[in-house]
């Protein structure tokens, strides 16, 4: 990879032939992946990669792999069944398998369900963690999930639940005290369902004034963050033309960051 200066890989780092690696791709800046993703990503023969991984990184992977796009986009989605066929197609052919996805491959990322259906059909796989959006995007933001003096614990969930299930297993009530607790809400994807969210938070008596920031493709160089109240985040979104990937951050420790905006740099992506 252009950005890596890991040389040689070490043996116990090279990603091994039947071997299906679920790795995590951080917020999608190269320069953010970690030591072993970067390891197997070299030393892979497949590499299959989500809609979320960041172009200037695939324009990174290796020449000497195959690189397959299966991606889950508003115009075209790869089903998930064809992903886990491919990764197990190619397991069996004898392949060191690299599954790139955005972020962590267990928050969000169906990773879980990758691995239940590798392990039925008996081939051996590896987990490897990434930065999760959850935590990356607030951080590169300048907003602390926590502060000792604002918040001590933050929830994180999905704006975007699976439509197969019959009704919604938020609760939104419990989340609402939450945030007027003094926690933090983080929600992933959650820019096409922002209002529906924010109107759930206010039927449950969360305040107007709470503060909130979205954060659009963090480390991207298309990266941009508004910041807004609940009653008025909705409205500067659609001024803004934010869209996906984006983090939402809802909660008092916004307010952090005036206290070191004008120390802080901003992140320069790759």
Known sequence: MEHATFEPVPDR?????GTVYLIGAGPGDPDLLTVRARY?????????????VRETLVECLPKSATVLDVGKRV???????QINRLMAAHADDGDAVVRLKGGDPFVFGRGGEEAQYLATQDIHFEIVPGISSATA???????????????????????HETPEKEESTLEWDALARHVDGGGTLVILMGVRTLDRNVRALRENSLDGDTPVAVIQKASWEAQHVVRATLDSVVDR????????????????VIGVY?????SLREFEPA
């Open 137 to 159: 995007a607030p951080g590169i933001a300048g907003i602390p999930l926590t502060h000792r003096e604002v918040s001590s614990r933050f929830t994180v969930i999905t704006g």
């Open 258 to 262: 005036d206290d070191i905006d004008g």
């Open 237 to 252: 979104v659609e001024e803004s033309e934010i869209g996906s990937p984006a983090t939402v951050v809802i909660g008092d």
């Open 75 to 81: 115009d075209h989605k790869t089903p998930q069944e």
């Open 40 to 52: 197997l990503i070299e030393t892979a023969d497949v590499i299959l990669h989500d809609a979320l």
């Open 13 to 17: 780092a090279r990603a091994k032939p």
